[in-house]
């Protein structure tokens, strides 16, 4: 399995653009000794500028001190998180992100000989007086964070980072953090490289940020940047997988968490109908979710609906399907995630297909989004889909889900890295298996388990539990009409057909208010609404509580009681799951 480490895989070929989309540094120490950076590290910058990474830089220093020695800084980057993240500036303006630290910290600290600076929002001192400031601050009764930049020490609002300024800047010009690159070399980098999709560390930093960082480069100071940003790692052919950026599919035989890395990778979720493939789908877009990546959900049947109780997500469809240009909109606000709810009909399902090539063109323009979750992938991404000939899974990134993996395009197999099968399968459509009796051990473990493929390894997990309740085919299952071969047909005590059907979950709970007393009796001992609702709509939860009702009624001792209370009580158990 993937290790939870940092990983490199090398890609090959050549890169047309640099992989992240924006560059985030410090200045004294990273970008320079001490001051402006040299001319060879400035023109360097300007070159990636162009071709498409947005810069930040992120600097302990006050803007009045950065301009003296810097003066044209605002002329080389997209903004400036100064003050140790506590104050944005672009094109001459600032805006302030905490409440500055009161005035009387610096006169109490200038009384004990402990002169320190005034930002617009922070104190600069020496890093000899930090008891001196500690007790200062505890003796008044702040809230101040002190922060080490080698030789200096801040005094900060809590809550202001370097993390907290890059995010806002990456906010304001449209770019994700997963999308993005810091380097660093003091303490105070610690939470600018957090939050990044890979954080770098020049040779020359502190012991502490070579430890966290991903990367650590064997130059100096800008030397090290150049050293960066003529490496693979920035042009992406070197993919660097940092441990906090995982998801976890469950539990291996070990007990410890099975993860894959949550970034630069597809993965082909493939099983029978009723094998669970979507929860396992659903479970890694919470996941995704959550981490502040953006999904595009694309959900033919409604299995997807439950996300939505995760802040940020937007469903569109329902009704009718929106036009691209919303889909693409919505997508790029704040980075948020969309569900596309196909599952109202055919119509609605083929008119994707127009907006396949605007949602690609997009992707390939902003990044976003980050992942594109496809279940059914067949019908898209095999012989005539809609994506095929317009998206390019090499560019990674596509959660893709199908009984059919057979269907699915070679060359759409071929960029594959992570496989998830589920019980039932007959083989993997693409990663190779180590040893065939996996395949009858996951046969064996049953619902509830997986098999996950690596180009490299293998694990049989117990899948982990989902935070958003599961919801199979909401809107079809309420509102949708099944074929007549998956109907539920009434038929009376003697087993003559009442000649009523049941073509969906609302149709079943209005029959069973008013349908006969001894239909529902014949029913239930036979069993026959919770196999119903198992085999056709695959909700193991909803058939389990029906089962147990209708057991009831094969030992009631009052016919008529038992009749009664079981219809009560299914009716009940359908309102709680679907309709309610």
């Not at 410090?26 to 402006?36: E, F, M, Q």
């Not at 480069?217 to 050293?227: I, T």
Request: charged letters at 25%; proline letters at 5%; glycine letters at 8%.
């Amino acid at each position: 399995m993937l290790p939870t480490a940092a990983r490199a895989i090398d890609s090959g070929g050549l890169p047309e653009r640099p992989s992240f989309r924006a560059l985030a540094v410090d200045l004294d120490g990273t970008l320079a000794r001490a001051g402006r950076p040299s001319e060879e590290v400035l023109t360097r910058l300007a070159t990636v500028r162009q071709q498409g990474c947005r810069l930040v830089l992120v600097t302990g220093r006050i803007i009045a001190e950065l301009k003296r020695v810097f003066a044209d800084v605002e002329e080389h980057f997209d903004r400036i998180a100064a003050e140790n993240g506590a104050v944005l500036a672009a094109a001459g303006h600032h805006r302030p992100l905490a409440p500055p630290v009161e005035d009387r910290v610096r006169g109490a600290l200038a009384s004990r000989g402990a002169p320190f600076r005034r930002g617009a929002v922070i104190l600069v001192g020496s890093a000899r007086d930090e008891v001196c400031a500690a007790e200062e601050i505890r003796r008044l009764g702040l809230d101040h964070q002190l922060v080490r930049n080698r030789g200096e020490l801040m005094i900060i609002p809590a809550g202001a980072s370097k993390g907290r300024g890059l995010l806002e800047a990456l906010a304001e010009i449209g770019v994700s953090r997963h999308d993005t690159l810091a380097v660093g070399d003091a303490e105070n980098d610690l939470s600018l490289l957090r939050p990044c999709a890979v954080g770098a560390a020049v040779a020359n930093a502190v012991e502490s940020l070579r430890r966290q960082a991903d990367l650590v480069l064997s130059a100096e100071n800008g030397s090290g940047v150049l050293e960066l940003l003529d490496g693979p790692v920035f042009w992406g052919t070197q993919v660097l997988h940092p441990a906090r950026w995982h998801v976890t599919v469950g539990r291996g035989a070990d007990g410890k968490p099975v993860q894959i890395p949550s970034s630069r990778l597809n993965v082909l979720i493939s099983g029978p109908t009723g094998a669970g493939k979507s929860y396992v789908a659903g479970l890694l877009a919470e996941q995704l979710i959550q981490a502040a990546y953006t999904v595009l959900v694309i959900d033919p049947e409604g299995d997807y609906e439950a996300l939505r109780a995760i802040p940020g997500v937007v469903t569109l469809g329902h009704e009718s399907l929106p036009d691209a240009e919303r889909i693409v909109e919505m997508l790029h606000h704040r980075f948020g995630s969309v569900i596309v709810d196909l599952s109202t009909g055919e119509d609605e399902r083929k008119a994707l297909y127009p907006i396949a090539p605007l949602l690609h063109a997009h992707r390939l323009q902003t990044g976003l989004p980050h992942w594109v979750l496809i279940d059914e992938a067949h019908d898209l991404f095999g012989a005539g889909g809609a994506l095929l000939h317009v998206a390019d899974p090499a560019t990674k990134g596509y959660l893709l889900v199908t009984y059919h993996p057979e269907l699915l395009d070679n060359r759409v197999l071929a960029d594959i890295d992570v496989e998830i099968l589920l019980p039932g399968s007959t083989a993997p459509a693409s990663l190779p298996l180590p040893e065939p009796s996996l395949l009858e051990a996951l046969a064996h473990a049953g619902h509830g388990h997986a098999l996950v493929l690596t180009k490299t390894d293998a694990s049989l997990v117990a899948l982990a539990d989902r935070q958003t309740s599961h919801l199979r085919h909401w809107h079809k299952y309420i509102a949708g009409r099944l074929p007549p071969d998956k109907q539920f047909y009434f038929r009376e005590q003697s087993g003559s057909p009442t000649g009523i059907a049941a073509g969906n979950l609302i149709e079943l709970h209005r029959e069973l208010d008013r349908c006969a007393q001894n239909t529902v009796r014949h029913h239930a001992i036979g069993h026959d609404f919770s196999r119903w609702v198992r085999d056709v709509f695959a909700d193991e939860a909803l058939a389990s509580e029906m089962a147990d009702i209708e057991a009831q009624v094969v030992d009631s001792a009052d016919a008529a009681a038992g009749a009664e209370q079981a219809r009560a009580a299914l009716m009940d158990a359908v309102q709680r799951h679907y309709l309610e």
